[in-house]
């Protein structure tokens, strides 16, 4: 157990360094002079001159790609925080520490002072759709594993499908029409903003549902085949021929089988929930961390895109291996050493 973990953990290390030279390399190769991007488009020329200089951009790839390391490593201090540039650029945990991502030239602010907030705010969204999404759609496809060809069954099939082809702007957008602009019950944003008029939890309502509408079907159609297959099972004929009441077959015998392919169907879901919700997250103006990406990438904020898809890769890598342990753990015939 303890050497599978281990190799894990090396796989994902060098998971993040081919994921961050390649990030580094697309926003070095762009269009456009990287001291340009990096101060903006507002900064002089002289301020983008004493960049170039003081970023030595005239280095090959592979050393500037080290020296960014350096400085997210925290072991080099930022160079954009040098009195010398006259940037006023000032992170108040100073021009040296771990986790140094820069500064920000959307936002003016240090990358770490919009990242962390916007990703908490996209947590408690994706935490809120994840908890209604999982009993959902083990409940709706055990059941109607249990019954194939029930009216239940294919109710969830032609349901399941029907709302995982409607696109998250389209179904936005629906719900816009009959709770905002039709009924009024609920605001149009989640801008998290405005208490006095509309509650934290009204202005959830709208964005939650539109995750749990989207990505209830997939997860439920999973949960359903794998329940269908493993009830066709001899070892489950025999259990029931035995004379076993049903719902023991099911919950004893039945079930822990069947959650063992969705297992990992459900874990891939967190993802999505946090870095694939820009449409979401835009459609009702919710500043999470989905909408701060698109925002940056149109800005032309490299930095900000850089640490963005860092944090979006660790999150991907470190689900898959708590799927991996998990997996383990719920098949009894995988072991490890």
């Given at each position: 157990?303890?050497?599978f973990v281990l190799k894990r953990l090396?796989?994902?290390?060098?998971?993040?360094?081919?994921?961050?030279?390649?990030?580094?390399?697309?926003?070095?190769?762009?269009?456009?002079?990287?001291?340009?991007k990096t101060l903006g488009p507002y900064a002089t020329q002289a301020q983008k001159d004493i960049l170039y200089e003081k970023l030595q951009l005239g280095d090959p790839l592979f050393v500037r790609?080290?020296?960014w390391l350096g400085v997210l490593a925290g072991g080099i201090?930022?160079?954009?925080?040098?009195?010398?540039?006259?940037?006023?650029f000032e992170d108040p945990r100073g021009d040296q520490y771990f986790g140094n991502f820069g500064y920000s030239s959307k936002y003016k602010l240090?990358?770490?002072?919009?990242?962390?907030?916007?990703?908490?705010?996209?947590l408690i969204l994706a935490g809120i759709a994840f908890g209604i999404i999982v009993p959902l759609s083990l409940v709706f496809?055990?059941?109607?594993?249990?019954?194939?060809?029930?009216l239940l069954d294919r109710s969830l099939s032609y349901t399941g499908i029907t709302l995982t082809s409607i696109p998250e702007f389209a179904s936005a957008v629906f719900l816009i029409a009959i709770f905002v602009l039709s009924l009024g019950w609920l605001p149009g944003t989640a801008n998290m903003q405005n208490f006095e008029d509309w509650s934290w939890a009204s202005q959830m309502i709208l964005p939650v549902m539109v995750l749990v509408l989207y990505d209830f079907g997939y997860v439920a159609r999973m949960v359903r085949g794998s329940m269908v297959e493993v009830m066709t099972r001899p070892y489950i004929r025999t259990a029931i021929l035995k004379g076993l009441p049903y719902k023991t077959v099911i919950m004893k015998h039945a079930l822990r089988n069947a959650l063992i392919a969705p297992?990992?169907?459900?874990?891939?879901?967190?993802?999505?929930?946090?870095?694939?919700?820009?449409?979401t997250e835009t459609v009702f103006s919710y500043p999470g961390f989905g909408k701060m990406l698109l925002e940056s990438a149109s800005f032309g904020d490299i930095t900000m895109v850089e640490a963005a898809t860092l944090v979006a890769v660790f999150i991907a890598v470190s689900t898959q291996l708590l799927g991996d342990i998990g997996y383990m753990y719920i098949n009894p015939r995988i072991r490890f050493t």
């Open positions: 157990m303890a050497v090396l796989m994902m290390a060098l998971t993040m360094l081919v994921a961050s030279f390649l990030v580094f390399s697309l926003m070095e190769f762009t269009p456009g002079n990287v001291a340009s790609y080290g020296r201090p930022d160079p954009l925080q040098d009195p010398e540039l006259g940037l006023d240090p990358v770490n002072d919009v990242l962390w907030p916007r990703l908490g705010n996209t496809g055990v059941l109607s594993g249990m019954r194939e060809g029930s297992f990992t169907v459900i874990l891939l879901q967190i993802p999505f929930l946090i870095t694939g919700v820009v449409v």
